[in-house]
């Protein structure tokens, strides 16, 4: 059974960086692809980034330019880097491997004055 645990969510000001990262267990991590997902208050979740087995990434309008998602096989990590952020981004956000309906807890990013 899959299991991914997210970190590295904080509170920052707009226009700063954050870096989320998030181990995945229980899978054959180079065969699926994986994304990162939001949930704001008020809102339904959303998707934010994915990236195929085959390195090809997609992010959502509202966040290109700005974040990147990355992989690593190797430690069946998910990374997303988050820069320039911008109040809207406030929300919790997910890892999740896509095929699968394991979702983690997710990790807050907050961001204010």
Not at 18 to 33: K, M, N, T, V, Y
Not at 70 to 75: A, C, F, L, Q, T
């Amino acid at each position: 059974q899959v299991q991914v645990s997210e970190s590295g969510g904080g509170l920052v000001q707009p226009g700063g960086s954050l870096g989320l990262s998030c181990p995945a267990s229980g899978i054959i991590f180079s065969e699926h692809d994986i994304g990162w997902y939001r949930q704001a208050p008020g809102k339904q979740r959303e998707m934010v980034a994915t990236i195929s087995t085959r390195w090809q990434p997609n992010y959502t309008d509202s966040v290109k330019g700005r974040f990147t998602i990355s992989r690593d096989n190797g430690y069946r990590l998910i990374s997303l880097q988050m820069n320039s952020l911008v109040p809207e981004d406030t929300a919790v956000y997910y890892c999740h491997v896509l095929g699968t309906d394991n979702w983690g807890r997710g990790t807050q990013v907050t961001v204010s004055e």
